[in-house]
C-alpha cells in the first residue's frame, strides 16, 4: 500500500511537470508570431499602418495592380495625399483612429505621398 501511493504521488508530480511545460509552451507561443510579422512586411505585404505620425513601412514596393491599404493607428486623423508629379495621384478622406484608406496602383512608377495634415509625414510606394 505505501509503495502504491508513492507511485500514484510520482504520477501525479509527472503530470505536473506535464502540465507546466504546457502551459509554458502556450504562453510562449503567441511571441512567436509576432517576432515572424515584421518579415511579412518587407516581404511586400500591402498594408501600411500610420503610427505615432509615420507611415510604416516608410517605402513599399509593390506589383503592378496591388490594392496598398493604409490603416491610422493614431489617436489624430490624417490625410493621405500624392506629391505633386505623381504618376496617378490619389488622396483620401480625413482618416480618424481606427479608419483606412485603399488605393489601387494600375500604373508602374514611384508615388511619394504626405500627409496633408501634417506634412513632415512622407512615404513612398515603388510600383514595378
Ligand atoms: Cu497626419
Avoid at 503610427?51 to 506589383?63: M, Q, Y
Avoid at 484608406?101 to 504626405?114: E, I, N, P
Wanted: some cysteine; glycine content about 8%; hydrophobic content about 35%.
Amino acid at each position: 500500500m505505501p509503495s502504491r501511493s508513492r507511485l500514484a504521488f510520482c504520477t501525479a508530480c509527472t503530470i505536473l511537470v506535464l502540465l507546466a511545460c504546457m502551459v509554458a509552451g502556450c504562453t510562449s507561443y503567441p511571441s512567436a508570431p509576432v517576432t515572424a510579422t515584421p518579415p511579412a512586411v518587407t516581404g511586400g505585404g500591402n498594408t501600411i499602418a500610420i503610427k505615432n505620425f509615420a507611415f510604416e513601412p516608410g517605402s513599399l514596393t509593390v506589383k503592378t495592380g496591388t490594392t496598398v491599404s493604409w490603416t491610422n493607428q493614431d489617436s489624430v486623423s490624417h490625410i493621405i495625399a500624392s506629391d505633386t508629379g505623381s504618376p496617378v495621384p490619389f488622396s483620401s478622406d480625413s482618416l480618424p483612429n481606427g479608419a483606412s484608406y485603399s488605393f489601387t496602383f494600375t500604373q508602374a512608377g514611384t508615388y511619394s505621398y504626405h500627409c496633408t495634415i501634417h506634412p513632415s509625414m512622407k512615404g513612398t510606394v515603388i510600383v514595378q
